[in-house]
């Protein structure tokens, strides 16, 4: 049994012997990648994102650059890290991860036996060079300011884009919200 509830909202009921009811809100889907996105691609919060930080080599012949990747995802253990060790080149990684959304890349070099660990924070574009001893209290900081930075930036686009009207007109970018019960409670009292 599937039935189209509304307009982007599918609803599908297992049958009798099964108790199982999910729903799909396409439309909401669709706003919520059309307004976490822009020329690079994807920017998505960290609890929405598949992966949180991957971790790769810049240059992956460098002995010991693996390694220290598979440190790091050990110790940032309780995100959801994975570990490229490609050998695709690290500027097709930089924008494979910016293009799916990955909120948090990190990039390892080791040269003169010297490592070094950049963090690529995905919606300000930032990269700082963080110790590994300070890199899981740095991610700790900066997810929060990430998540509260892309809800902030949600909030203009929704609060500049949307109107609330009574006669059915468009605003200048053709978004409208009515809210609607059911009932007549949404009727003109100048009458």
Known sequence: ????IKVGEISYDFNSYHNIKFRFNFSLI????LINSDEKGLYLPTYLSPVNVVAYPKNKAKQGSLELCEKIKEILG?????LDDSD????????????????FKIIVTI????EKIVVCNRY???KEEVS???LKRYLDINFVKYNKLIFKNNRK???KNISLIREGMLNENNVNIVPWCGDNCFVNNDD
């Open 1 to 4: 049994n599937c039935e189209m």
């Open 30 to 33: 669709i706003a919520s990648l």
């Open 78 to 82: 309780s995100y959801k890290v994975i």
């Open 88 to 103: 695709d080149s690290a500027g097709y990684k930089s924008a494979l991860y910016d293009l799916n959304g990955v909120p």
């Open 111 to 114: 040269s003169n036996g010297e």
């Open 124 to 126: 300000t574009l930032i």
């Open 132 to 134: 590994i001893e300070n």
């Open 157 to 159: 686009i929704i609060d």
